[in-house]
């Protein structure tokens, strides 16, 4: 896989969190990571639903779990699940000791309620 199928695997990612949730103060269920810039944003299932969000403005079709111990890729253009790829730049995931859904001092007591 390269970048042209959207995967660069030597791009780092963005940051341990969702870039967007953390601009505006808010918070994510699960993480995603751009295989092909490395932007981190939140899974479908957060509010902000900011991974797929990043996917349709960017144009970058392929995300990854941002998630400890899962590997797996999705692509938007074909909607499929990709269940192995190549190793993408380090960290894989974000901390184990980050706290999901987080950050854990923006979480709200009623988040299951508030899941997509």
């Not at 957060?46 to 392929?62: I, R």
Request: net charge negative; proline share 10%.
């Amino acid at each position: 896989m390269s970048t042209l199928n959207g995967i660069d695997p030597s791009v780092p990612p963005s940051g341990t969190g969702c870039a967007d949730c953390d601009a505006l103060g808010g918070w994510w269920f699960h993480l995603r990571r751009c295989a092909q810039c490395g932007h981190i944003g939140c899974c479908d299932d957060s509010q902000g639903k900011h991974a797929t969000e990043h996917a349709k403005n960017s144009g970058h079709p392929v995300i990854q779990s941002f998630e400890p111990g899962e590997t797996w890729f999705w692509d938007y253009n074909t909607s499929s699940l990709i269940e192995t790829g190549p190793d993408l730049a380090p960290p894989a995931s974000h901390p184990e000791t980050q706290s999901t859904p987080g950050p854990a001092d923006r979480v709200p007591s009623n988040w299951t309620e508030l899941l997509g």
